[in-house]
């Protein structure tokens, strides 16, 4: 199999969008959103076989810290191991595909003189990130707040007030 990967430039915010409907991602993202998140990448690439975009990696940093913050792959080219073959999720990279996107990402990153990578990993992609060389640092928990939660927790009950005049 002939895989070309690209730097980000080869893949324009519409093919990304019609990626992630294919992938069934849980984020509806607009094209306006995925050019925004192109932009802000620090590291961005793109898998294509034959042409069609079949997995990226992307990440991002502030010049200290780095965080991939996210490696996909069309569950078609993960391989029979894949169970649940939603979201991209990398479960199985029987290619070596995904494995390839997230060293490039982390080649990029460290270059930029990052000191520390950080990733989410759920299910299998736990499996996955270690294999990366990810260790699971003790007693960090990872938390994560939606658009709407933050609305909805934004317009809550207003906190306590502290200080002079409380």
Sequence with gaps: MDVVYG??????????????QRLRHDIA????????????SAAFVTARVGGRLIGLARGVCDGLRGYLTECKLDPGFQGP???????GRIEHDLHGIARELARRV?????????????AVAYGTEVDFCEELGFKRPAGLVGVTM?????????????????????
């Design 7 to 20: 730097d980000g430039r080869d893949v324009t915010p519409v093919e990304l969008t019609e990626f992630y």
């Design 29 to 40: 993202a607009r094209p306006e959103q995925i050019r925004k998140m192109m932009a802000g």
């Design 81 to 87: 191991a894949a169970v649940t073959r939603t979201d």
């Design 106 to 118: 982390l080649t990029a990153l460290y270059a930029e003189g990052v000191q520390r990578v950080d």
């Design 146 to 166: 939606r658009a709407e939660d933050w609305a909805a927790a934004a317009s809550g009950p207003a906190r306590a007030k502290t200080g002079p005049g409380a």
